[in-house]
């Protein structure tokens, strides 16, 4: 498949005629051909308009179509074959056997989602019977969700392919019935490209209309703010940074119809090493430490940007280990060079706070966008005192904290913001420890793991990724796993609604054989 | 009990510093005894301090302890027995026979909720087995909900108990384990207070932390914006104006940590009058449509404030029966004299929009704050082009759009705002105008409901009583009937949690009995 720098609208390939851009080579800095148009403001909203004329239809469309749209994408992705994995390494320095583990966990969500539509479960059928003798009577009443309109989606840099035009906001937008347009994240343009002409294939193949999926390119925020304020748009799926986040809450809320925006975000997800632990393995737990620091170059949401334990022999052992092991780190090629500048700038920033000490640092840059990794170290009190340590480095740095008594460790649980992911190590000799920090974590994270390192988000039905803000907009959902289909739907009620006008998932023999909830109990299907 | 003019704060009984307040007959205007004290910023801050301290004790207590406190405030408040009635009677000029329904309705809910957190779907148990030997390893993971946090609940002027202190908003968030601190409408203090002392004395009865309720007293928006704004509040319930909402939406959205509001707003709830229907029988549809618009001095957020019919003989039967049966209906106290300020000049604001025909009004005002009821006229094509029209005018008026064709019919729904609900009146030979309707109208409403009335919202499981903007803030959620409960979790994940630090809904042996999701597949309990 050719790249050839148009966007996708709809079934036609469209060249934007705002200016042109290119992606780059971060291991090089080079551009990479060809030029990619920019979207103007009319192909915006011809985008949305687009989605919106086909959301009746895609709506309505069978539970069984999109199930198999989604495998049909899926496929799609599989068939591109290594001009996928070649273009994708290249636009973002990514190591091929990763976005080859990405593309299969891309697949990997698609058929989730495929199952999960089959399933019907999120439509949430719920039948209350009349009570024609009742006084007053009780109407017929029954409930299910629909899709919630167009969603605008936008790509992480991090993930080309698991996160982004073909990624968990699209899937599980797509897989509620909701059109989807994307803005293409400028880090990946052509691997966007190719997996926006896959989708475009597949709503042909499955003769669905033409609107149901749109792909737009456009530099900097206005065609972004733009989408997110067409009346079209009806929500709003982003993975990013904190800034652009905020950013679009902002525009959402202030539109004339406010709409949800799911934007996730920012997160150090702390880790809590509590005394049994610590003093079991230092070690290991250091080098598993310093693995899931380094580990793509530390861009993941779920890098383990702090790490919480009280000061003590085992603490040092703990130290002296981990910097020896970002030691014989080599320095990764980040995504961009404006990720690698943020992170580099990010670490000097860290390093002159006062209190704060440079530990170790990795082996030094070799390329112009190579990330040297970093752990730095300071106390509680330092901690406590000082806001910024708070904010998300993007990339392979941590900061050590050295608590001098679990009431410390536990005012810092209480202090920290809202995470994606807490992680405890405990032995059998830490758990009344870690039960008092239990009720905190849960409200300060997503994601509570114990023994293990936070990178690694599995992609099932009980994975939430996501918590309070900042880590995300909406506390209330997860973007990864099943569940992240229900940030797409909303309930509708129909009463007495006559047969021949109810949908077939409410209908009274059951055609879709759904588990259901009539009268109050939940009943499975015969 | 007394009414001593005292909020409820915790295990307290606080008379407010910041001046005075009266609750009003509406019937006659005058004020009545005792006054109420009014809060200042430190009673606020005292609640919500209150409120968050209690959180984890409370949100943890088990299933039975919650669904027994919400049984004992409700069989708290039939055990006030006449002296509730009397006062809200007094306090809102509604009927008695009115109050002791409503009181019925807000038992109920209570009880709902008793069931909802007892057989603990709510709580999407959902556990993913480890597989150990996949690489990559899965591990085990277990999602559940937990309750957001303190929730602040504005009582509603037209249920002074169904939505007010106990009401809805209060009901779903305890039952989610979100403590609440109410702000009392201005509207019924005295039925406030001893309501509020019925919830007082479950908490100490059910030995929670007293945190878990407090009710404020506070006059005009002030003290609502600083209980919205503390950091300690996580949700907010709200019912009552698209301006006082809003305003809501605006400080939730600018805090440092957004949260989410659930606004229950304004709505017209359109009716549309479809030709066999309407052929079949104008004259007992236009009584009752007129019954359903001035129940309750029309003071229903699914009061129908919007009628369209097409042109022809069976709609000026319709008129004219509507007319006539308008004419029979004797002014009723409305709740307030600033409601019926707004009501008056909105039926005058109306009048005098161009196109608009004043067609009848119901008998008039013999008291004060009596509204005498309203219908108007015009056509279409005025109606789409005055967007005032869809202005809701709280009260018994409403509005007959007589459209030339199907066409037009369809047009106007296009254009309507978000609506709690949508109404159509049809016969069998309707069913394909109403087949073209219903996916445009499923975009528009919360609830559709064919040939009665939208007034009546049962309390069951299948109820949606919510809708797009500007119906509510968030079309997502209800705030009548079990799914409300939604409105107040999170989803939480626990890896590789230890088996003793998880909670009990999420046990290997499901000592709850509950359905689970386990590996994708819903299990019933043995």
Chains 1, 2 share one sequence.
Do not use: W
Request: net charge negative; hydrophobic share 45%; glycine share 8%.
């Amino acid at each position: 498949m050719q790249i050839n720098g148009k966007m996708v609208i709809g079934q036609h390939a469209v060249l934007g005629m705002a200016g042109t851009v290119r992606a780059i080579d971060p291991s090089t800095g080079a551009e990479i051909e060809p030029a990619f148009g920019l979207a103007s403001e009319a192909e915006v909203q011809q985008a949305c308009a687009l989605a919106e004329s086909a959301f009746d239809i895609y709506r309505e469309t069978t539970l069984e179509q999109r199930a198999v749209f989604l495998e049909t994408i899926a496929n799609g992705i599989m068939d591109l074959g290594p001009v996928l994995i070649d273009r994708a390494a290249q636009e973002t320095g990514l190591p091929r056997a990763r976005l080859e583990g990405e593309r299969g966990r891309t697949m990997n969500q698609l058929r989730l989602f495929a199952k999960v539509v089959r399933d019907g479960r999120y439509l949430s059928a719920t039948l209350d019977s009349a009570l024609p003798d009742r006084a007053p009577p009780r109407p017929d009443l029954r409930l299910r969700k629909i899709a919630l309109g167009p969603v605008a989606v936008f790509g992480a840099s991090n993930f080309p392919l698991a996160f982004s035009v073909a990624g968990g906001d699209t899937a599980s937008a797509l897989a509620a019935g909701c059109p989807v347009v994307v803005k293409a994240h400028g880090a990946h343009l052509g691997t966007s490209e190719l997996v926006a002409k896959v989708i475009q294939k597949a709503v042909a193949d499955c003769a669905l209309p033409e609107g149901v999926f749109s792909m737009l390119i456009g530099e900097g925020r206005h065609i972004g703010q733009s989408l997110v304020s067409n009346a079209a748009i009806k929500a709003v799926g982003f993975t990013g940074s904190r800034q652009g986040g905020v950013a679009l809450m902002r525009t959402a809320a202030q539109r004339h119809e406010p709409i949800p925006v799911y934007a996730e975000m920012s997160s150090i997800n702390p880790v809590f090493l509590l005394p049994g632990a610590l003093a079991n393995n230092s070690a290991a737990l250091a080098q598993a430490f310093v693995d899931s620091l380094t580990m793509g170059a530390g861009q993941f949401c779920t890098n383990p940007g702090l790490v919480l334990a009280l000061q003590g022999k085992p603490f040092q052992d703990f130290v002296d280990a981990a910097a020896h092991a970002l030691h014989a780190k080599t320095a990764a090629t980040m995504l961009t060079p404006g990720i690698h500048h943020a992170y580099t700038s990010g670490v000097v920033r860290l390093s002159e706070i006062d209190g704060v000490e440079m530990l170790a640092q990795g082996q030094h840059a070799t390329s112009g966008c190579a990330a040297q990794a970093s752990l730095a170290l300071c106390d509680a009190k330092t901690f406590l005192n000082t806001p910024a340590l708070q904010e998300e480095i993007f990339g392979p740095s941590s900061l050590l904290i050295m608590c001098s008594d679990i009431e410390q460790m536990q005012c810092i649980a209480e202090q920290i913001e809202g995470q994606l992911t807490v992680t405890v190590h405990a032995t059998a000799a830490d758990h009344a420890l870690a039960k008092s920090l239990m009720p905190i974590l849960e409200r300060k994270a997503g994601r509570i793991l114990f023994n293990g390192f936070p990178t690694g988000v599995e992609v099932s039905h009980a994975m939430v990724h996501g918590g309070p803000f900042p880590a995300t907009s909406d506390s209330r959902s997860t973007s990864v796993g099943a569940s992240a289909i229900d940030r797409f739907v909303r309930p509708v009620c129909y009463q007495e609604v006559p047969a021949d006008l109810l949908p077939a998932c409410l209908s009274d023999n059951n055609p879709l054989g759904l588990a259901r909830v009539v009268d109050g109990d939940l009943l499975m299907p015969r």
